[in-house]
């Protein structure tokens, strides 16, 4: 049996977005039992030319949202990256799983073909389905998890593989 682009997208983004949920949870609850400022955590970057911690959560989950709209040939939804705590950033995540699980298989199978065109500032970039997918949007989303993941690990918050893999 061949895997489909429905299963190699929605519940492998759901995941990795569910465990960035426990990552990001676990980073609040450190910055709590030690009396830091959540703002601290949200805003550090591990070097300074990357991003912080806030926007490291923002590309993901809208990678992980652009994904599934663009497969299903539909415009992806706007949103505001105006988050500011780690529950805004707790809601957006969940925003983004409820997308993600209202897709149906057939709205995604069949799409390893579809003209993907994505407008960056350094021109358009054109796509298969199954490329970008593969190539764009799974290497992406993990970038940018690992990326969160490492943050809060890099100040100290108690994080190992299993929170970031999650449960099988």
């Known amino acids: 049996m061949s895997i ?3 299963q190699t997208c929605v519940p492998v983004l759901v995941r990795a977005l569910t465990n960035l949920s426990g990552v990001l949870a676990k980073g609040a609850a450190h910055a709590a039992e ?3 400022a ?3 955590l949200l805003n550090t970057r591990i070097t300074p030319d990357m991003f912080p911690l806030i926007r490291q959560v923002q590309i993901a989950t809208d990678m992980s949202k652009g994904a599934a709209y663009r497969l299903a040939g539909m415009e992806p939804p706007k949103m505001d990256d105006n988050e500011t705590s780690f529950d805004e950033l707790q809601k957006r995540i969940a925003a983004v799983v ?3 699980k209202s897709f149906k298989p057939e709205q995604i199978d069949g799409s390893e073909d ?3 065109v994505l407008k960056m500032r350094s021109g358009e970039q054109h796509f298969h389905g199954q490329d970008y997918l593969l190539g764009y949007v799974l290497p992406n989303v993990y970038f940018h998890t690992t990326t969160a993941y490492a943050i809060l690990r890099g100040v100290g918050v108690v994080l190992g593989k299993a929170d970031f ?4």
Not at 165 to 168: N, P, Q, R, V, W
């Open 4 to 6: 489909t682009m429905y």
């Open 34 to 36: 030690r009396n830091i």
């Open 38 to 40: 959540p703002e601290v």
């Open 98 to 100: 409820d997308m993600l």
């Open 114 to 116: 579809r003209e993907i």
């Open 165 to 168: 893999l999650g449960k099988a």
